[in-house]
């Protein structure tokens, strides 16, 4: 799975080089993070439910989509929020990267469920984290990064 270090050894191994000094410094910025990270992720671990939910009745009530969908689009939102908390612990998008991006919007489109509406929901948790009370500011900050990433690669 990629993480922060896991990513750094594999770029300098597959340039036929050591880590430099740079790569290195990454990782110790990963590390540095790791308090934020895993806070991020115990809060998320905690609240995943909480956020699914409020995020599916922002979606449903802005949009008419179809209720029989709407259990499918818990699930869904709940599977990627997993993901993140996933890559919160690892410190690298690895999770998301192999289990979540990779063909997720076949299978969105497959379940005739509108990408959109995934979009909607991921920015709605990211723009209504109620800090200090669901997690604190660097906590947030590390959990939104990974919420942008996703969102950008629903977008």
Not at 1 to 6: E, F, G, L, Q
Not at 8 to 24: E, K, L, M
Not at 88 to 104: N, Q, R, S, Y
């Given at each position: ?6 990513t ?17 410094e ?10 934020a ?15 699914t ?34 890559c ?17 919007r ?17 920015t ?17 900050a ?14």
């Open positions: 799975m990629k993480s922060a270090v896991t750094v050894i594999a770029s300098a191994d597959a340039a036929g080089r050591f880590p430099s000094i740079s790569d290195i990454s990782v110790k910025g990963s590390f540095d993070r790791a308090n990270r895993l806070e991020a992720a115990e809060k998320l671990a905690t609240n995943i439910d909480r956020f939910s409020k995020a599916l009745d922002y979606v449903y009530g802005l949009h008419s989509y179809e209720q029989a969908n709407k259990d499918k689009c818990a699930r869904d939102i709940n599977h990627y929020l997993r993901l993140i908390n996933y919160l612990v690892t410190g690298g998008t690895g999770p998301l990267d192999e289990w979540g991006i990779a063909g997720m076949e299978v969105i489109r497959a379940q005739l469920l509108p990408t959109i509406a995934y979009v909607e929901a991921f709605f948790i990211r723009d209504n984290l109620d800090i200090p009370s669901d997690m604190g500011q660097q906590a947030a590390e959990f939104k990064n990974l919420l942008d990433y996703l969102i950008n690669a629903l977008a």
